[in-house]
């Protein structure tokens, strides 16, 4: 499979593959942003991608800033029809300031087939047995 990205901002970096195999392509950021403790912040990709029909690109977080810095990915769906810039939004879970700097990896997209669904309201739902158990519903031990 092949993805089109265009650059829509000069300093844009096309996304890559960190190894032979990884399902992520990874994205970079195009500017400097100052994450405050628990604060939600917005970056810029430069690039619009083309999500070939039947298909939806699923964002991530990258590991090596959740894990270290902990910044988490917030939203992540893109589906086939968009065609804007892909703007990334990062929460900061940690309790200290984090920079990402123009040109840091920030996040990761894994290309995923999908089935589109009609809905169709029901008066009644099939019964399973978990049925409407949430968390904990198999237990604790």
């Not at 270290?68 to 939203?75: A, E, P, R, S």
Request: net charge negative.
């Amino acid at each position: 499979m092949q993805i089109k990205v265009k650059k829509l901002k000069e300093n844009a970096k096309l996304p890559t593959h960190g190894h032979p195999g990884d399902a992520g392509m990874d994205f970079y950021a195009t500017e400097n942003v100052i994450f405050p403790p628990g604060k939600q912040m917005k970056i810029g990709t430069g690039v619009a991608v083309e999500i070939p029909e039947g298909y939806v690109g699923l964002i991530w977080d990258k590991s090596s800033i959740s894990f270290n810095l902990g910044l988490k990915v917030m939203g992540g769906v893109i589906d086939s029809v968009y065609r804007g810039e892909l703007i990334m939004s990062l929460l900061n879970t940690s309790d200290k300031e984090v920079i990402i700097e123009k040109g840091h990896k920030i996040a990761q997209m894994v290309i995923q087939r999908f089935e589109h669904c009609d809905i169709l309201e029901a008066d009644e739902l099939s019964e399973t047995i978990r049925g409407d158990g949430r968390e904990g519903s198999t237990g604790l031990k």
